[in-house]
Structures are given as C-alpha cells and as structure tokens.
C-alpha cells in the first residue's frame, strides 16, 4: 500500500487548487472544516465503520456530517464525498495536515506549538505570539498545550525548530555541564 503522505497529496493539492480558484473562497475557513474532518476520521471506530465492506459510502458519509459540530459548506460535502467514496477516510488526517502547510506558505506563516507549564492567559499568549513571530521571522499560528514536566517557562515547536527555555531545559543542561 501507497504511503499516506503519497495518498493525500493529491486530494490536499486538489482542495487547495478548488478553494483559490472559487470566488469568495476562504483558506482558513476551508482550513478549519478539514481538520475538523481530519480529527474525525482520526478516530478509530469510525475506521473501523469505514473499513466494513457491509458499509455503504452512504453510511460513512452520514455518520461524519452527523458528528461535525458545525455545518459543512458544500465544497466540504462534495470533497467529503470524494474521499469517502474513493476510500481514502483513514488518509483524511494526512490531507488535512498537508492541505495546512499550503495554506501556511500561500499566507507566509507556519503553525506552532507553545507548550507551556501553566495555562497562558490571552494577553500573555499575544506578547509571546509577537516575540516569536520576530524570532522565526515569520506570522505564526499558535497552539497552546499545558505540559507541567517543563516546571516553568515555554517549548516551541515550528516544524522541525524547536525554542525550548523552560526550566527543565536549563536545568538538564546544567547537569551535563556539571558530569563532563
């Protein structure tokens, strides 16, 4: 079998291509339906519903609008349709993260994620969104996760760059400091 990566780059280059050539289309928000989508399609029981040959595409499609918590535009129903029906649901979360990064580089930005060992109030967050967006040279997207290993400060992580200046971070590397 195919890789994922390979599977779904042409649905996500298909989507992308759909969403910029249609009037009034919108990026983010056909962004925001996909990875709703993606997280749905993430679960392992609707896999398992998807890959039941009893299972008409029908079926699989009626389930994963009747989860969505918000109303799908028809351009998400038909793409919806044409992953279900080709079936190409468990590659969903794929072209979901790969749809992502072309909208990212149509917008100059990337998505991060700040983990934090406290929740960051909103204020904070966009002190910290403003510092980092001068760091990596670049309009980030921002996700918060609490992690409380990191005892204080933050972790970023921008696709393969990482920014760690929490306080487990130091003090792991004053230990090696110390044992060389």
Do not use: H
């Not at 992308?16 to 399609?41: F, P, R, S």
Request: hydrophobic share 50%; proline share 4%.
């Amino acid at each position: 079998m195919a890789e994922l990566a390979t599977i779904a780059r042409p649905y996500a280059e298909a989507l992308y291509k759909a969403c910029t050539g249609a009037a009034g289309a919108d990026l983010n928000g056909a962004a925001a339906w996909v990875d709703e989508l993606a997280a749905i399609a993430a679960n392992p029981q609707l896999r398992q519903l998807a890959d039941n040959p009893k299972v008409t595409p029908e079926q699989v499609l009626g389930v994963i609008t009747g989860v969505a918590r918000t109303a799908l535009p028809e351009m998400a129903k038909n793409f919806l349709r044409t992953v279900v029906d080709n079936g190409r649901v468990q590659a969903l979360p794929e072209i979901a993260a790969q749809f992502r990064a072309l909208v990212n580089q149509s917008n100059g930005s990337s998505d991060a994620v700040v983990y934090s060992a406290f929740p960051l109030d909103a204020n904070a967050l966009a002190e910290l969104g403003a510092t980092l967006d001068k760091r990596f040279g670049r309009k980030l997207n921002l996700t918060v996760q609490t992690d409380e290993a990191l005892i204080g400060g933050v972790r970023v992580v921008v696709g393969d760059e990482v920014l760690d200046t929490s306080v487990k971070a130091r003090l792991e590397q004053m230990k090696a400091a110390l044992t060389a």
